[in-house]
């Protein structure tokens, strides 16, 4: 099916544009993709997502991106999602997070879960089920949204901000408490990116598509030179949040779904009235986003969470 690739095909082009500008001749151009995974995933979601819309993406850990699916249907729509402006949901929450383990509290830190609210703002929990003194990694693994509120209200919200800056994604976010349960929209692309971060030892990541481009001749017209990669996150950091993101597909886990033998983490999202689901999780090999949803931004039917769908494609991806 040739369709599997114009979505990939498009956002290369755009980015070959920014890269060289206009080209009126004949050029070949290496990409990252990786048809196997790309294939993978086409087929997974399409098995999975019934009658609303998908999107992935997968990426080495270098930011190297592997395989970009941008909807069901390229004849039907040629909008790529993945780089669309959705909800994150709780997947945003691991920002809270490593804020939070940044500033000395572990996977075993105590905290309390019950109703909090902040200004006129109340989030409540899904299911209205609160935990009462649990651990961090408790909290993390069950996506409880008092907790995040109250590790932005004790370290700032600002903190949370420029952490999300360091990570790549700061620069459209709302300074607002309903920011730290993913209320501000990002695209799959960055909130893959974030994670890739984390999982590529708490280094730099920046996605590209295009290693290099020749002429008909061989002659190299450009080549990726990757800048050095910066330390965003201490080792120490890294090594709890990674922690986090286990227990996340463990049995108990929101994202107990995505387990397969070579999974080492993942995260559940779903934005209210489950207008957004998304699971990001990672292999050894590869950083996976994925999003369902409907394009109109009407609600899925309320069984549908980051922790379904989105989970199941994972999985069917990677296993």
């Known amino acids: 099916d040739t369709n599997l690739y114009r979505y990939w095909t498009d956002f290369v082009t755009d980015e070959l544009g920014s890269r060289m500008g206009t080209i009126d001749t004949d050029i070949f151009v290496y990409t990252t993709l990786d048809p196997k995974v790309q294939n993978k995933i086409t087929n997974a979601i399409s098995s999975n997502v019934g009658n609303h819309q998908g999107a992935a993406v997968a990426m080495s850990r270098d930011g190297a991106i592997r395989a970009m699916v941008g909807g069901t249907d390229y004849k039907a729509s040629q909008f790529n999602r993945t780089i669309a402006h959705r909800q994150p949901g709780s997947a945003f929450k691991p920002i809270v997070y490593l804020v939070a383990l940044e500033n000395g509290m572990t996977p075993e830190s105590m905290v309390n879960d019950s109703p909090f609210t902040i200004g006129d703002y109340n989030p409540k929990n899904y299911n209205e089920h609160y935990y009462g003194d649990i651990t961090l990694a408790?909290?993390?693994?069950?996506?409880?949204?008092?907790?995040?509120?109250?590790?932005?209200?004790?370290?700032?919200?600002?903190?949370?901000?420029?952490?999300?800056?360091?990570?790549?994604?700061?620069?459209?976010?709302?300074?607002?408490?309903?920011?730290?349960?993913?209320?501000?929209?990002?695209?799959?692309?960055?909130?893959?990116?974030?994670?890739?971060?984390?999982?590529?030892?708490?280094?730099?990541?920046?996605?590209?598509?295009?290693?290099?481009?020749?002429?008909?001749?061989?002659?190299?017209?450009?080549?990726?030179?990757?800048s050095d990669s910066i330390r965003v996150l201490t080792p120490q950091t890294v090594e709890y949040m990674t922690d986090l993101l286990t227990t996340v597909?463990?049995?108990?886990?929101?994202?107990?779904?995505?387990?397969?033998?070579?999974?080492?983490?993942?995260?559940?999202?779903?934005?209210?009235?489950n207008r957004d689901a998304w699971f990001i999780g990672a292999t050894n090999d590869i950083v996976l986003g994925i999003w369902v949803g409907n394009d109109d931004f009407t609600p899925m039917e309320s069984n549908i969470t980051g922790g379904t769908i989105p989970a199941k494609i994972f999985r069917d991806a990677v296993k």
Request: aromatic residues 6%; glycine residues 10%.
């Open 249 to 273: 597909t463990a049995p108990n886990g929101t994202g107990h779904n995505a387990a397969a033998p070579n999974v080492i983490g993942g995260k559940t999202g779903t934005s209210n009235d």
């Open 138 to 226: 408790t909290a993390f693994a069950k996506s409880v949204n008092s907790v995040p509120l109250k590790l932005a209200s004790l370290y700032g919200l600002d903190s949370v901000l420029s952490m999300a800056g360091r990570l790549g994604v700061g620069n459209k976010l709302r300074r607002e408490f309903s920011t730290l349960l993913g209320a501000s929209e990002m695209t799959l692309l960055d909130l893959t990116n974030v994670y890739a971060v984390i999982w590529n030892n708490g280094e730099s990541v920046r996605p590209y598509s295009i290693m290099r481009v020749t002429d008909v001749h061989g002659n190299t017209l450009y080549e990726r030179n990757p």
